[in-house]
Structures are given as C-alpha cells and as structure tokens.
C-alpha cells in the first residue's frame, strides 16, 4: 500500500526488556521512512558518564548533572544513529553501552527522577528537530509524546523473554544460568513498573502486541499495519 508519512508524526514503542521491542522499533522505522530513537540507549550513556566522572550509579541529582555537562549528542547520519558525548571532547561511545556493567548502572540511574528529567527533556528536544519518529523506550507514549499518533505496548511472557536472552548471550559465546536470568527479568520488571518517576505502564490509548509466540516478522508485520491504518484514517479524516 503506498501512502506517504505526514510531516510530523511520532510513534512511541513501549514495553519491558526483552519483548524485540528495539529490533522492531528500527525495522519499523527504515520501513516508514522515519527516524529512530533508542531512548534505552541515552540511559545507558548516563551510566557511561557516571562511571566516567566517579559519580556514583546511586547519585541522582550528581548524575542529572553529569548527564547535561556531557552534552550527549546522536550522529543520526549512521543507522541506526551512534551516540556521542561531547564535551569536554567528542567520543563515540555506541560500543560501550552493551556492556554488562553500563546494563545494570543503566538500570540504577533510570530510577532516578532528577536523571529521567533531563533525559526527558532531551527526548523531546531530539523530536522537534526529528519529527518523523519512531521511539522506543519505557515511558514514551506515556510520559514522552502522550499526543503521539499511534502507540505501541510490547509484552512477552517472563519465560519467553529469558529464552531469548539466554538465546543472545549463547550465540555471543557466554555461558547462561536460565533459571537466573528469568529471576533477574522478574525483579527487573517489578522496579520498572514500581518506580514511581516513568514507571513502565500501558498507556490507555496504546495497541498491546504480545511476542511471545510471534517471530519478529510477525511482530512487524503487525505493526506496519496499524500504523497505515492509523494514519490512513486519520489522513482521511483531515479531508483527503
Ligand atoms: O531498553 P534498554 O535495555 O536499552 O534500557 C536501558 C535501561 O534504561 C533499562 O534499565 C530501562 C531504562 N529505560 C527507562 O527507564 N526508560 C526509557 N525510556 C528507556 C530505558
């Protein structure tokens, strides 16, 4: 079906680790010819910082300050985009937020509401001068863009998401404890939706697709088409 994207439209991606959400979230993107934001990715670039300038995970306010001095900055000319800190110089830092240690200070400094402001903040900034956006996250179509066109809320069952982390670490040559990994993503899950700063919640308008049996073709296919759906009627709705 050919039908082009408005001017401005923002689509938000929301849903715990391990749903496919980011593998979805940029297939879904260079499909629509949109951009792409890993908000995950700016949490893990405070973590970088913190860990960088001795400033402890814990340290909220030291973070949030830490976070705005570095002056984080996507270079969306790669896809998908790369993320650099820029002051007190440039570096590219893409690599290193896979790390293990970033994952869990990541996990840290998201709880902070001093770290989520300024990173909430950025988000926003980055979609007035992206306003074609797919972004993915946990808070996005809640807290983010609770205006955005259409919202999506990416769900799985435990077990499923810990198979597929296991899955991953496997095939990166790690060893893998299955019964820890599912208990991780348990408590994980619970602190993301407990917290009381962006806490991971459906957002009452969003579309909820379960993966847990639906490969990530299947997933996508999904969400291309209620994406055109959306906004065919919304297009037609405007007169055309
Ligand atoms: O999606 P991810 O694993 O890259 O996210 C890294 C961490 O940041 C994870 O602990 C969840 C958190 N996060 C968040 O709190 N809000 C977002 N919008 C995105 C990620």
Redesign the pocket.
Known sequence: MVMSMPEHVIITI?GP?GTG??TTARLLASRLELEFL???????AAAVVALDRGVDFGDGPGVARAVHQAMLRFDWAADPPRLLITSPHERDITER?RDADI?LG??IV?RSPEV?AV?VEQQRHIAQAHPRLVS?????GSV?FPDAAVKFFLDASPEARAQRRADQLRSAGQEVDEARLLREIIE?DAA?RNRET?P?IIPDDAIVVDTTHLSHDQVLAQLEQQVRQRLGSLNRGVGG
């Not at 890993?38 to 893990?44: I, K, L, N």
């Not at 993915?136 to 996005?140: A, F, I, K, V």
């Open positions: 929301d680790a959400k980011s890993d908000t995950g990715a700016m949490y893990r937020l994952t990541s996990s998201a989520r990173l993915e996250g946990r808070d996005q983010v994980r993301d962006g991971l």
